[in-house]
């Protein structure tokens, strides 16, 4: 019987490995003369075994020659240009472990190429500028760990702020804790907070919000914002934080009243007279009861929200303030009232959810006449209620 040949090596990097330096070299550098960015990031990893100061050159030579490209870059180009970019990434990366003041200097270089490449670059869905946001937190830990080395670096980096404010507000908010409040703080002292260069006011801004300067923070705060019940809300919530009760209340009652300022946030009023506003601002006038010590107004609230809109997330508040079993005799009666609620679909959605597939059961088997549109639900929720109470699910598939 002829011998079966011998299975191929699979594709590994230790496989390869026993090819030999020579033969990878070899392998390596065609595939380098087909691909220019393959190319560059090799150059990148020779200069960074040479050390630091040939990898800050190397780096140097390519952030220069793509910020002076003025070259359209297609929608069919732009994927190379993100490779290009992510591996300028990698080199500045490398240079910031072997001379972490000279990484963080490229490394600022790298996102000062972020506005020529708005310019150029044809990026409808955003992949250039998401490319640039996930990298912001990077930017903070190296800036924060050159700060730390020398406290001067701080000046450095507000001039690059300083210089365009509009692209730094957007990594700002991008850093997530990677911006630490000791950075924030030294930069906030060392910024003209006066300047009218646009977005310095969402800069001095976010960055007042980082090193929990609340007072810095609402003097930047419009009119217009003060008028509006989400950023009220927004307000009352920092200022109940810092146990500011009184503040918390004016801050909402500015957005009580229809106004120039509000009117495009205001929804209009009730037919009992009493605004009706946002969620966000009503749940946080109920924590602002709560601090005031007005727990059973508070209370009311909750319920009364949970009336009108069969949210469970207020409805689990309001029961986790309530005593022992008295939490149980709640839920019946928060049951009931969604069983009965005016629209279906929204009574369903809530028993389904809660879960309460008894109750929704029973109000699909009572009320599923009043079924005027395809549920978009249907589906899910047929079969969730199969196992235990096929006949509903059954009469639920064959509804509208």
Do not use: C
Not at 77 to 102: F, I, N, Q
Not at 233 to 239: E, G, N, S
């Amino acid at each position: 019987m002829a011998r079966r040949p011998a299975a191929p090596k699979r594709l590994n990097a230790a496989n390869l490995t026993g090819l030999g330096a020579d033969r990878l070299g070899d392998l390596l550098m065609q595939a380098a003369d087909a691909d220019p960015i393959l190319k560059r990031r090799l150059r990148l990893i020779l200069a960074a075994e040479a050390g630091a100061d040939a990898l800050a050159l190397e780096l140097d030579k390519r952030l220069t020659a793509v910020a002076a490209s003025r070259a359209r870059v297609s929608w069919r180009k732009r994927p190379d240009l993100m490779r290009d970019l992510a591996v300028l990434s990698e080199g500045v990366e490398t240079l910031s472990r072997l001379a972490p003041a000279e990484g963080v200097i490229r490394r600022m270089a790298w996102f000062d190429l972020f506005r020529g490449l708005t310019q150029r670059v044809k990026d409808p869905r955003g992949e250039v500028a998401d490319l640039f946001e996930t990298a912001a937190p990077a930017l903070w830990q190296a800036a924060d760990a050159a700060v730390q080395a020398d406290p001067a670096f701080a000046e450095i980096l507000a001039k690059a702020i300083q210089a365009h404010p509009l692209d730094y507000a957007r990594w700002i908010g991008a850093a997530g804790e990677a911006l630490t409040p000791a950075l924030a703080r030294l930069l906030l002292e060392r910024l003209d907070a006066t300047s009218g260069a646009r977005g310095m006011r969402t800069v001095v801004r976010r960055l007042a919000d980082r090193a929990d300067d609340l007072d810095l923070w609402l003097s930047l705060v419009t009119p217009e914002e003060r008028g509006s019940p989400d950023f009220a809300a927004v307000m009352a919530r920092r200022l109940l934080i810092a146990d500011r009760v009184a503040e918390a209340r004016q801050a909402l009652e500015a957005a009580l009243s229809p106004s120039p300022t509000n009117r495009r946030w205001t929804f209009g009023r009730s037919p009992q007279g009493a605004p009706r506003l946002t969620p966000a601002w009503e749940a946080a006038s109920i924590d602002l009861m709560e601090a005031e010590g007005r727990k059973e107004e508070a209370q009311d609230l909750r319920w009364a929200l949970f009336e009108r809109d069969l949210s469970a997330p207020v409805l689990r508040a309001y029961l986790a303030r309530l005593p022992d079993f008295d939490d149980v005799e709640a839920l019946d009666r928060a049951l009931a009232h969604a069983a009965g609620h005016a629209d279906f679909e929204t009574a369903l959605g809530f028993l389904m959810d809660w879960p309460a597939h008894r109750e929704a059961a029973a109000l699909v088997e009572r009320r599923i006449r009043e079924v005027r549109s395809p549920l978009p639900h249907k589906a899910d929720w047929a079969a969730r209620l199969a196992q235990k109470y096929p006949e509903a699910a059954e009469r639920l598939l064959a509804s509208a």
